[in-house]
């Protein structure tokens, strides 16, 4: 069973009908990973109680399930713990979930808790959790475990970028679009991600001309993308093109005040945004 060809990560309630649907002809361990992934789509909906009950349900029925079962639980009660901002209480279910899938040869499901321990656990002890991933998914054969590699270089770049090594953080989204054009069946909005990432991090290293080619590019090719036009408007501004950068500033605020984690997570940038385009 292919869970993942049901999920549309960006649209979560879509997501939890199709895994109820498939719910409805569904048998044994199938049926029971299936919740746990009608679990996910419910806390990513931040539907919290019915999460937490869906996984109830699950363990009261897994005392014979096997691996791929327990794991599945395990990682996505850290999953919900986390996103419900209990990130310390999540941190054992995902070192349960890393154990039980490298026991059993999962290795998709291990680079995956590898990976969760890695955005969890924050500063510099993030590096080694996602190179244990990064280690799991390019020895692996599995072409679900290889396609960690892209996502967890791309956040390990964030990682060094916050903590401030900034050609360390170029060097590995470099990587990371190298991993994602070399896909089986490329993701276009994933490379078009990669791509701009790639130019956040020139700006970093002070490379704006080769930065703002690079978001030029993406303007031209579209969707109209307000994190494009932001990062077009610093680069104008750190290039001491204070006019031209101040309509890029305004598209920007424009597509970004209907961001709703931006606007929960950042007000601050959206506030300097207004005030740069005024």
Same mark, same amino acid.
């Given at each position: 069973?292919?869970?993942?060809? =049901?999920?549309?990560?960006?649209?979560?309630?879509?997501?939890?009908?199709?895994?109820?649907?498939?719910?409805?002809?569904?048998?044994?361990?199938?049926?029971?990973?299936?919740?746990?992934?009608?679990?996910?789509?419910? #806390?990513?909906?931040?539907?919290?109680?019915?999460?937490?009950?869906?996984?109830?349900?699950?363990?009261?029925?897994?005392?014979?399930? $096997?691996?791929?079962?327990?794991?599945?639980?395990?990682?996505?009660? #850290?999953?919900? =713990?986390?996103?419900?901002?209990?990130?310390? &209480? &999540?941190?054992?279910?995902?070192?349960? &979930?890393?154990?039980?899938?490298?026991?059993?040869?999962?290795?998709?499901?291990?680079?995956?808790?590898?990976?969760?321990?890695?955005?969890?656990?924050?500063?510099?002890?993030?590096? $080694?959790?996602?190179?244990?991933?990064?280690?799991?998914?390019?020895? /692996?054969?599995?072409?679900?475990?290889?396609?960690?590699?892209? /996502?967890?270089?791309?956040?390990?770049?964030?990682?060094?970028?916050?903590? $401030?090594?900034?050609?360390?953080?170029?060097?590995?989204?470099?990587?990371?679009?190298?991993?994602?054009?070399?896909?089986? /069946?490329?993701?276009?909005?994933?490379?078009?991600?990669?791509?701009?990432?790639? &130019?956040? #991090?020139?700006?970093?290293?002070?490379?704006?001309?080769?930065?703002?080619?690079?978001?030029? /590019?993406?303007?031209?090719? $579209?969707?109209?993308?307000?994190?494009?036009?932001?990062?077009?408007?610093?680069?104008?501004?750190?290039?001491?093109?204070?006019?031209?950068?101040?309509?890029?500033?305004?598209?920007?605020?424009?597509?970004?005040?209907?961001?709703?984690?931006?606007?929960?997570?950042?007000?601050?940038?959206?506030?300097?945004?207004?005030?740069?385009?005024?």
């Amino acid at each position: 069973m292919d869970v993942q060809a =049901l999920w549309d990560f960006d649209q979560p309630a879509e997501s939890e009908q199709r895994f109820r649907t498939a719910l409805t002809g569904a048998t044994g361990a199938d049926a029971l990973v299936l919740r746990t992934q009608l679990a996910r789509a419910l #806390g990513l909906q931040r539907r919290f109680d019915e999460a937490t009950a869906e996984l109830d349900a699950v363990a009261s029925r897994s005392g014979d399930a $096997g691996p791929l079962v327990r794991t599945y639980l395990a990682l996505e009660r #850290g999953r919900v =713990l986390r996103s419900s901002g209990d990130a310390a &209480a &999540a941190q054992p279910f995902f070192l349960a &979930a890393l154990e039980c899938a490298v026991e059993a040869g999962l290795d998709a499901l291990a680079a995956d808790a590898a990976h969760m321990m890695a955005i969890t656990v924050g500063g510099e002890e993030q590096i $080694g959790w996602a190179r244990r991933a990064l280690e799991i998914a390019e020895a /692996s054969s599995d072409p679900q475990a290889r396609r960690w590699i892209a /996502s967890v270089t791309h956040n390990l770049g964030w990682t060094m970028h916050d903590l $401030g090594r900034h050609d360390e953080a170029l060097s590995l989204w470099e990587r990371a679009l190298d991993a994602r054009l070399a896909a089986p /069946s490329p993701d276009a909005e994933a490379v078009r991600v990669a791509h701009w990432t790639v &130019a956040r #991090g020139l700006r970093s290293v002070g490379r704006y001309h080769d930065a703002l080619a690079i978001q030029q /590019s993406l303007v031209e090719n $579209g969707p109209a993308d307000g994190y494009v036009e932001e990062e077009l408007g610093e680069l104008l501004l750190a290039l001491d093109r204070a006019e031209e950068a101040r309509p890029h500033f305004a598209r920007a605020h424009a597509l970004l005040s209907t961001d709703t984690w931006l606007m929960e997570s950042e007000p601050a940038r959206l506030t300097r945004l207004a005030q740069l385009a005024s």
